[in-house]
């Protein structure tokens, strides 16, 4: 038998979207207007994360470039023996243990507070806390230097003299102090991710526990901080590349950083002050290892306590 060969039938070929044209002129337009930042990402931080990578191999110096030569990974293997990082390391990581929770807590209860219909005006204070987050970190530290100096400190000028207390004690609370002022200073943003993922929480979750007599507290621990937990995380991973950002792109100096990390001042004395960009850039890497450890394991213990609405729902199929 011959088998004529025909076109498939019209509800077989494939449907073509009324808007499919309207679609594709949208996306070039959003590509338009997102190539100023996709430029400006490719030659200002893609090109000098991967310039740091082959730094690394090399015992580049800023006196001395041209007798750059390719040493493997001796740049690492000098890392294992450095005391000096693996103290800055671990005060790195005390940092990020320490100020970050910190950072998060007063956020949320400031959130928590904030989204209660009873305060007035939330404008006025969504702009008192989250202006300080855009203040460069270098003018808080010279306002926290001022306002702790044990001579001439508002601190002691306003409060402990005239209450009789001795002065602080410059260089044993002073930089601890700083540190959490610091991290205080920047919760604007973890603030209004916070606030606005409490804003969306529905109402009538709060309405049927009310009903069933959950009070304040318990609806906030099983209703608010359920349902805003991907807001949660989010802001701890937001954290923690703030906590540790900036070192892998050797770009900025320490004074002009908005982190205090150890790590990142350790690497900027390396690179600007000793010129070892070749072991600058190790260290930088090195940093980055760590940040994304720490990422994945938080990303693998989402999945215990993050709640995603999406995954939940298709679960129940």
Not at 19 to 34: D, H, K, T, V
Not at 109 to 114: D, H, K, P, S, T
Not at 266 to 276: G, P, V
């Amino acid at each position: 038998m011959i088998k004529f060969l025909s076109r498939p039938a019209p509800s077989e070929q494939k449907e073509v979207h009324p808007n499919a044209a309207l679609r594709r002129r949208e996306g070039m337009i959003g590509l338009l207007f997102l190539s100023p930042w996709i430029l400006g990402f490719i030659l200002l931080k893609l090109l000098p994360i991967l310039y740091t990578l082959g730094y690394s191999f090399t015992n580049f110096d800023m006196l001395n470039p041209d007798k750059a030569t390719f040493v493997g990974l001796q740049n690492y293997f000098r890392f294992v023996t450095d005391l000096d990082a693996w103290s800055n390391l671990v005060g790195s990581l005390g940092y990020f243990i320490t100020t970050v929770p910190l950072e998060l807590l007063v956020a949320l209860g400031l959130a928590a507070i904030l989204s209660n219909e009873r305060v007035r005006p939330k404008a006025f204070w969504r702009l008192v806390i989250f202006i300080p987050s855009i203040i460069p970190a270098a003018a808080i530290a010279f306002i926290w230097a001022g306002f702790i100096n044990p001579d001439s400190g508002w601190l002691n000028r306003l409060f402990l003299i005239p209450m009789g207390l001795p002065p602080p004690v410059e260089g044993v609370g002073g930089i601890p102090a700083l540190t959490t002022i610091m991290a205080l200073w920047s919760i604007g943003p973890s603030f209004l991710i916070m606030y606005g993922a409490m804003l969306s929480v529905p109402k009538d979750l709060y309405e049927a526990a009310r009903v069933d007599g959950a009070g304040p507290l318990m609806r906030f621990l099983n209703i608010t901080l359920p349902m805003i937990s991907p807001a949660i995380f989010f802001s701890l991973v937001i954290s923690l590349t703030s906590a540790f950002g900036g070192s892998l792109l050797l770009d900025r100096g320490y004074v002009f950083s908005e982190s205090l990390s150890p790590m990142e001042g350790y690497i900027d004395l390396t690179m600007f002050s000793y010129r070892y960009v070749g072991y600058a850039s190790a260290l930088a890497w090195v940093m980055l290892s760590v940040t994304m450890t720490i990422t994945i394991v938080l990303f693998r213990s989402a999945r215990r306590w993050v709640y995603f609405p999406e995954e939940s729902r298709h679960e129940s199929f």
